[in-house]
């Protein structure tokens, strides 16, 4: 079991020891100074919950870069997951608190501290052929270098004007 952190400073997710990689792009990322490692491989990687009624929901999401096993906890973008579909309900004074999963159900979020996040594990086998899917993103290119907030952008640059008036 491992945890799954809410973190937009991590521009691209990242799976650590509780995912799995199902499929490699061939695509690696030089990520240093977080780590020595200049070839983290770009994934397609899946980890399994358990929800309510005792049933395992694969949870799979592109684009992450895997570290497995070097990285005891994964750290999610909520930036790429929203991007890519899911809404990600992470202020915790609101009632709704998780993710919004396309089928309708949600994975609720625990706080621990400032830190906000979900458990997880690593798939068996027989959970990867036989257990439902749930795909958290698109299956594009995630360059968090291009990503801009929808609408953000306009009224930053009406601010910088703003602002490059007054001095």
Not at 82 to 97: A, I, K, M, S
Not at 129 to 137: F, G, H, S, T
């Amino acid at each position: 079991m491992g945890r799954n952190e809410m973190d937009s400073h991590a521009d691209t997710s990242c799976a650590g020891a509780n995912w799995k990689a199902i499929e490699l792009t061939g695509l690696t990322c030089d990520v240093s100074p977080f780590t020595q490692d200049s070839d983290v491989p770009v994934a397609t990687c899946a980890t399994a919950v358990t929800d309510d009624s005792g049933e395992t929901i694969i949870l799979v999401c592109h684009q992450m870069l895997y570290f497995g096993t070097s990285l005891p906890h994964s750290l999610l973008n909520p930036n790429q997951l929203q991007r890519g579909g899911t809404p990600v309900r992470d202020d915790p004074t609101l009632e709704e608190f998780g993710l919004e999963l396309p089928d309708g159900n949600w994975i609720p979020l625990l706080t621990a501290g400032t830190t906000i996040f979900y458990d997880s594990r690593v798939p068996t086998q027989t959970e990867l052929q036989d257990c439902q899917r749930v795909y958290l993103n698109y299956d594009d290119e995630w360059n968090p270098a291009r990503q801009r907030r929808l609408g953000f952008y306009d009224l930053e640059r009406k601010m910088a004007r703003r602002i490059s008036r007054i001095c």
